[in-house]
């Protein structure tokens, strides 16, 4: 990721479920109190499946080896692109290519689900 300095991110990249247990996702929702968490739920083959809570902008980066996939469970998440902006609302889904940077924002907090592979927090 390029762009690394200072921004209100929490991250818990350790994999909180292994196979054959049932997640709580209301429960991490309700818990998480800081205004920008992620928190890494599952590995599904070479993919990590991570839950997202926002409210405000993260900073411009991008990722040169993969893809990352973002899908709104609640509220409103907007991509800035280079040239353009993407509002994804509940029950939708964007893919961000690898190298094209972007930065994800929430005027009000919103709860994502996101996809990479096993090597995007390299």
């Known amino acids: ?5 200072a921004h209100p991110n ?3 990249p350790t994999i909180g479920f292994p196979a054959l ?7 991490m929702i309700d818990a ?10 599952c590995r599904v083959n070479d993919s990590i499946i991570s839950l997202g809570v926002r409210h ?3 900073h411009w980066h991008k990722h040169d080896a993969d893809d990352e ?7 409103l998440l907007i991509l800035d ?13 964007f893919v961000v290519p690898k190298g094209v940077a972007h930065r994800p924002r929430a005027p009000d907090r919103a709860v994502v689900l996101m996809v990479w592979s096993v090597d995007h927090r390299s």
Do not use: H, K, N
């Open 1 to 5: 990721m390029t762009d690394g300095d």
């Open 10 to 12: 929490t991250t818990d």
């Open 21 to 27: 247990v049932t997640i709580d996702v209301a429960a």
């Open 32 to 41: 998480c109190e800081a205004d920008w968490c992620d928190q890494t739920l």
């Open 56 to 58: 405000g902008e993260y």
């Open 69 to 75: 996939f973002f899908f709104v469970l609640d509220g």
């Open 81 to 93: 692109l280079e040239g353009r902006s993407i509002e994804l609302r509940p029950q939708e889904g």
